[in-house]
């Protein structure tokens, strides 16, 4: 096995491993590569020395799709970055085509955008210590966490018809207003999900074996999260104050009352924790916009069939579950994308992994993969 | 020869009843921790679901039994029997109804719990023989654990020895009494966290690991020898579930022939129930902890638990 792995043209292979070690090929296909990540493992014991992640394998060419499709038809494409947070890849690249093309969206879209978003920032967070849980063992809590997510699925589907590809945010406002009802459903839910995440609370972070699992493993410090680009729970967690919606506030954001959590250590448990209070946070942001939100339209008026903006670049971000995603644009006049580059937090964190990994144990190199919440969807794109 | 005989009837029996407390274990744990994640668990199939096992074992037997090319053949295929044989054979000596234990012999403690070590060598055999890292290491860490596991789980049942004067398990019904329960409190604790290493179970399943291992020392294993090291792992559990109700629970004490056995069984399967509790509820242990629990935690317990038996002794 390992004399295969030896031939691979990566960089651990560079210096043939000593006859203390052993290499380990982590993935493609595994159970908690959260997708399609390789990670070629080098272990002493069961001490990892090196580890460094192969990314690719999902690499579907988006960017370059984008360049032979309209600027409506672009949006699916973007479904398809975050799988777990497609409102946010929607919404980023909503905001740099209307920076783009100079379109003014309505207040009750804008309202639409944040709800569906913070809705989708609970969805993916669950996700994450969901899976996150899993890699510890913790396979009950995997299950608490997705009946949540599974809640916020069926509320988008009625919105929308889709349960995981949305295309809802469109150049100019979204795709379908709120059907009846629909409002006491979400604020329902927010009265239910606060109860579940003192559960998970409770039952997860009050364990110790979670807590020995996650405390002092992983530990990234402010100034790496800074110099690294880390962004969203993952710079959060080191203490790092740093939320798009506060700090470069956009859309409604400023309207409404919400704190930024932080942590203090860096470690995966502060990582993990910043996660579950930013659901309460998120509670708090949807509760507010279904109350101020006023009656309207829903969509621009006056946007042409097909979109050709002015030549010109723009370059707009906001702050998704995972961190800030960046969607920049380069218009040559056709009604055509000339060029799109999307800025992935979740590439970004990824980075960390080998710094992170290097001198924990093989079971923390799982844990500190999941506190980083990878979507490969994003980081290949 | 009528020993031989004897032997090749209790090995088909064992085999047996193994067979049908893994069938119903499975069961039972799917159905446990359905409840406990929200969920039903098996329903379709037969009463309650009852059959969905059975079902899931006529597929496993159909299986193709895989080996890969790298693997050392003969090693590979040998494994799970040498980690099921001892299991099998150490339910031989649980006393399952007044004065019937299958192997009635004065070592029954120590055979109780040196005869299932063996097993060990067949899960280290079976990481190293697939060629395939994820299942030596876990083969590895299975040997560390189970090795370390060994000896607070020894100590655990040494104040039945201390109390009763005998290893013969005959002799420590016999002699027990009910304030034990008591008195041995701290030594279930120690057994009960020790048993659950000893079967690779969760929080401990660490060799089998499925976030890092895949599956472990089993990951290339298919099939039927699949089968047999769930099996393994199951008769583990109702081994050291039925020990357990037998000596820290007064087995089957009080009452007669086949009514006792169902006590007994009763009993097992409430620790059973209680090991399967912690699994689904529990994440799993990092290696350096898992051994610092073994070693600066229940190793402890078990010493500190022998002094106070052995402080009341002399009073009695």
């Not at chain 1, 994308?337 to 960390?352: D, G, Q, W």
Request: a negative charge; one cysteine or more.
């Amino acid at each position: 096995m390992a004399a295969e792995i030896g031939q691979d043209e990566c960089f651990v292979n560079e210096v043939e491993p000593s006859v203390d070690e052993l290499v380990v090929n982590i993935g493609p296909s595994h159970p908690s590569t959260h997708g399609v990540c390789r990670v070629i493992v080098r272990l002493d014991g069961e001490v990892v020395t090196k580890a460094e992640p192969v990314i690719g394998y999902l690499h579907r060419g988006i960017e370059k799709m984008a360049e032979n499709r309209t600027y409506l038809q672009v949006v699916p494409l973007t479904d398809r970055l975050d799988y777990v947070g497609s409102m946010y890849a929607n919404w980023a690249y909503c905001r740099a085509v209307e920076r783009l093309a100079g379109i003014r969206v309505p207040e009750r879209a804008e309202y639409l955008r944040v709800i569906v978003c913070e809705m989708q920032r609970i969805a993916s967070h669950m996700m994450s210590l969901g899976s996150a849980a899993a890699d510890t063992g913790a396979f009950t809590m995997f299950i608490y966490a997705f009946d949540q997510r599974e809640r916020i699925v069926e509320a988008f589907e009625e919105l929308c018809g889709a349960r995981l590809t949305y295309n809802y945010v469109r150049p100019g406002g979204v795709s379908f207003d709120i059907p009846e009802g629909w409002a006491e459903s979400v604020l329902a839910f927010c009265r239910d999900h606060r109860t579940a995440l003192d559960d998970i609370d409770a039952l997860y972070f009050g364990n110790v074996i979670a807590r020995d699992r996650m405390k002092g493993v992983g530990v990234l410090s402010a100034e790496d999260a800074v110099a690294w680009g880390a962004s969203g729970p993952v710079a959060r967690g080191s203490g790092v104050n740093w939320d798009l919606r506060k700090h470069d506030t956009y859309s409604v954001y400023p309207r409404f009352d919400f704190d930024v959590p932080t942590g203090t250590n860096g470690d995966c448990y502060d990582r993990a924790r910043v996660r579950l209070f930013e659901c309460y946070e998120s509670c708090r942001i949807i509760e507010q916009a279904l109350a101020q939100m006023e009656p309207g339209p829903i969509n621009a008026s006056g946007m042409p069939r097909l979109l050709a903006p002015r030549p010109g670049d723009a370059y707009d971000h906001i702050e998704s579950a995972r961190g800030s995603l960046g969607v920049y644009l380069v218009s040559d006049g056709s009604v055509r994308p000339y060029r799109m580059k999307v800025r992935s937090p979740a590439f970004c964190n990824l980075a960390l992994l080998p710094m992170l990994a290097e001198g924990h144990m093989l079971s923390d190199l799982v844990v500190i993969l999941g506190s980083l919440d990878p979507v490969f969807g994003e980081v290949d794109r | 020869m009528s020993g031989l005989a004897w032997g090749a009837f209790y090995g088909l029996a064992a085999g047996l009843v193994i067979a049908v407390a893994a069938l119903i274990g499975v069961w039972g744990e799917r159905k446990v921790s359905a409840r406990i994640q929200m969920r039903i668990g098996p329903q379709e199939l037969g009463p309650f679901g009852l059959l969905q096992t059975l079902a899931d074992t006529v597929k496993l037997v159909l299986k193709e039994d895989i080996t890969p090319r790298a693997a050392d053949v003969r090693i590979f295929r040998i494994a799970p029997l040498i980690v099921f044989a001892p299991i099998a054979m150490s339910l031989a000596v649980i006393p399952y109804a007044a004065g019937f234990a299958p192997l009635d012999t004065s070592v029954g403690v120590l055979f109780f719990m040196a005869v299932p070590a063996i097993s060990v060598i067949g899960v280290l055999l079976a990481g190293w023989a697939s060629r395939n890292t994820y299942a030596t290491i876990g083969g590895l860490r299975a040997a560390a654990q189970m090795i370390s596991y060994e000896l607070p789980r020894t100590l655990s049942v040494l104040p039945f020895v201390l109390l009763a004067g005998s290893m013969r398990p005959l002799d420590i019904m016999d002699e027990w009494r009910w304030w034990w329960i008591p008195l041995t409190l701290i030594a279930f604790v120690v057994y009960f966290i020790s048993s659950v290493a000893e079967v690779n179970r969760g929080p401990f399943d660490l060799p089998e690991a499925e976030s890092e291992l895949v599956a472990g020392y089993f990951a290339d294993y298919s099939g039927i020898r699949w089968a047999i090291f769930m099996m393994a792992e199951y008769g583990g559990l109702v081994a050291a579930s039925l020990f357990g109700a037998a000596f820290f629970f007064g087995g089957y004490l009080g009452l007669p022939g086949a009514l006792g056995v169902i006590v007994l069984i009763a009993k097992a399967t409430l620790i059973a129930t209680a090991m399967m509790w912690v699994k689904w509820t529990y994440p799993r242990m990092r290696p350096d902890q898992l051994m610092g629990t073994a070693w600066k935690v229940l190793t402890p317990m078990a010493l500190v638990q022998l002094v106070i038996v052995g402080a009341v002794i002399p009073w009695l």
